[in-house]
Structure formats: C-alpha cells, structure tokens
C-alpha cells in the first residue's frame, strides 16, 4: 500500500466537480422535538431567534474532498468546480497549504447543505437540506482550454456523480 501511495506523487489528477458550503448544525435533542417545538413557537410570534446551537462551516461535496485528500498526499492536482465569490476565496483558503494544486473555478453558484447532526442511542445520524446550485447543470459548455488543456494532461480523472441511484459516488480513471 505504501509504495501505491508513493506514486501518487508523481500523479497528475483532475477532479470534478461538485463544491458545497456545509454548514453543520450540532443538535443535542435526539428526536428534534425541542427543535421543532421552538420553530413552532417562534413561527407563532411571527419569527424570532433560537440561541445556543453549535454550528459551523466547511467546505464540501464529493469533488473537493477527493482533491483536498489527494493533495494532501502530494498529488498534483487540477479541481474543476464552479462558485462565486464567497466560495471561491473559501477553496483558495482551504487549498493555500498546497503547492501541488490548481483551482479552475467557473463562474456561477456552488451548493449549500445544512447538515443536523443528532446523536441517538449512542450513534450519529446527520439530515442534510441541499440547494445543489449550479452543480446540477455543470457540463461540457463549463470547460474551458485550460479545463481540457488539464484533463488532456492528466495522468487520471475522478468525477462525482450526484445520482441517488449510484451506489458509488465517484468516478475514477488513473
């Protein structure tokens, strides 16, 4: 195993596409009763805060998390995705350690997902809430010539699917 991670170094790998912001909602009410209850209550005085819910923000989705962990294990990698501007400086920052990278970022609107995470009888179980954006129409009209100059280059592709009936959700060709 350890000579297969070897060579990945020398690898040059394209991953495709999809990027999300997850925002993680940490719940300690294992059956959400609370939670709606306070929804509800709020929803009655015509809206409101509710307090004291650990939350926090990380990037996301199939493709990012491949290129990151490939990265990370010193491949020379291409990220093909698409954002706007907010995620566009959130993969910069998140890829700034990484000298063995490239972020092809297409203009337009990665995902969102909020995330509750509850813990039940001991085990973690988290329900996410997705607005897919511009994932969901990411396409050939997407790349550009440096998008295929990279992949024509490249010593292998991963692409995510995002198809509830794949078993898999990652292509790989290397």
């Known amino acids: 195993m350890f000579q297969q991670l070897k060579k990945i170094k020398s690898r040059s790998i394209v991953v495709m596409h999809d ?7 940490r719940l300690n009410d294992p059956d959400l009763n609370s939670l709606v209850s ?5 929803v009655k005085v015509g809206g409101g805060s509710i307090r ?5 923000e990380i990037k996301g989705g199939n493709a990012v998390n491949v290129a990151y962990a490939l990265a990370k294990l010193g491949a020379k990698i291409s990220l093909i995705t ?16 990484f000298t063995n990278k490239k972020l092809l970022i297409a203009d337009g609107k990665q995902g969102y997902t909020v995330s509750f995470e509850v813990e039940n009888a001991g085990k973690k179980a988290n329900v996410m809430v997705s607005d897919v954006g511009d994932t969901k129409n990411f396409g050939s009209e997407k790349l550009r010539k440096k998008e295929l ?3 024509k ?3 292998g592709t991963v692409k995510s699917k995002r198809r509830a009936s794949s078993l898999c959700p990652l292509s790989v060709n290397l």
């Open 19 to 25: 990027f999300f912001i997850d925002r993680i909602v």
């Open 38 to 42: 306070e929804v509800n209550a709020k």
């Open 52 to 56: 004291g819910i650990s939350q926090e």
């Open 82 to 97: 698409v954002a706007d501007d907010l995620g566009k400086s959130i993969l910069d920052n998140a890829f700034a350690p």
């Open 149 to 151: 100059d990279a992949i």
């Open 153 to 155: 280059r490249a010593s």
